[in-house]
């Protein structure tokens, strides 16, 4: 299969993240303690494999890959999606590492998986060939699905605020726009 050069481009730094997201899953799998993150964790790992493996077909096969890449399902496992579970835990950066907490894991871990989300959607964005656009579609969703997971727990935990929108901001920002009537509405 024939790929755009601006699409074995973007593949390439996109194979380079992979590298980068399973070597650092594979060290926060030997440094994690609370099992519910180990568990998250060692779920994703084989959907990152499976990724990266697509990319290395799409980069080395004239064909493209044998396979395609299965997305997670979406799975909310909060009580309240608007409402911090625990009390909000401040934070401090550290200066002196040789090991990570949890929190620096599933942080460090959920912001590789928005960033390489952020990735997947403008290169899809500007892919021509079809195969690998709908392929760095299922590599958005799957990343998608997996930050959904870690910022659950970060909420459980207390290391990301959430709380519900202001009522009033809501009703001010609801009373500035109208439905659109007519034919276009009716589409399902």
Same mark, same amino acid.
């Given at each position: 299969? @024939?790929?755009?050069?601006?699409?074995?481009?973007?593949?390439?730094e996109?194979?380079?993240?992979? *590298?980068?997201?399973?070597?650092?899953?594979?060290?926060?799998?030997?440094?994690?303690?609370?099992?519910?993150?180990?568990?998250?964790?060692?779920?994703?790992?084989?959907?990152? *494999?499976?990724?990266?493996?697509l990319?290395?077909?799409?980069? &080395? #096969? +004239?064909?493209?890959?044998? /396979?395609?890449?299965? $997305? +997670?399902?979406?799975?909310?496992?909060?009580?309240?999606?608007? %409402?911090?579970?625990?009390?909000?835990? &401040?934070?401090? +950066? #550290?200066?002196? *590492? &040789?090991?990570?907490?949890?929190?620096?894991?599933?942080? /460090?871990? !959920?912001?590789?998986l928005? #960033?390489?989300?952020?990735?997947?959607?403008? /290169?899809?964005?500007?892919? &021509?060939?079809?195969?690998? #656009?709908?392929?760095?579609?299922d590599?958005?969703? !799957?990343?998608?699905?997996?930050?959904?997971?870690?910022? %659950?727990?970060? $909420?459980?935990?207390?290391?990301?605020?959430?709380?519900?929108?202001?009522?009033?901001?809501?009703h001010?920002?609801? %009373?500035?726009?109208?439905? $659109? @009537?007519? +034919?276009?509405?009716?589409? %399902?």
């Amino acid at each position: 299969m @024939q790929l755009a050069s601006h699409e074995a481009h973007d593949l390439q730094e996109l194979t380079l993240s992979c *590298v980068n997201s399973i070597t650092n899953m594979a060290f926060f799998l030997s440094q994690v303690k609370d099992p519910e993150l180990k568990s998250i964790i060692q779920r994703h790992f084989d959907y990152h *494999v499976k990724d990266y493996n697509l990319k290395v077909e799409y980069l &080395s #096969r +004239p064909e493209g890959p044998t /396979s395609t890449l299965q $997305v +997670p399902p979406l799975n909310n496992t909060l009580p309240n999606y608007t %409402q911090s579970q625990a009390e909000d835990q &401040s934070v401090t +950066p #550290r200066t002196q *590492v &040789s090991s990570l907490n949890d929190r620096e894991i599933a942080t /460090s871990y !959920m912001l590789t998986l928005k #960033r390489a989300g952020r990735e997947y959607a403008w /290169s899809a964005m500007e892919a &021509s060939n079809p195969g690998l #656009r709908a392929f760095l579609e299922d590599a958005f969703k !799957m990343s998608s699905h997996h930050a959904y997971d870690v910022w %659950q727990w970060m $909420v459980k935990k207390g290391y990301y605020p959430l709380e519900p929108a202001d009522q009033t901001v809501m009703h001010t920002l609801g %009373q500035m726009y109208n439905v $659109v @009537q007519g +034919p276009a509405a009716t589409l %399902q």
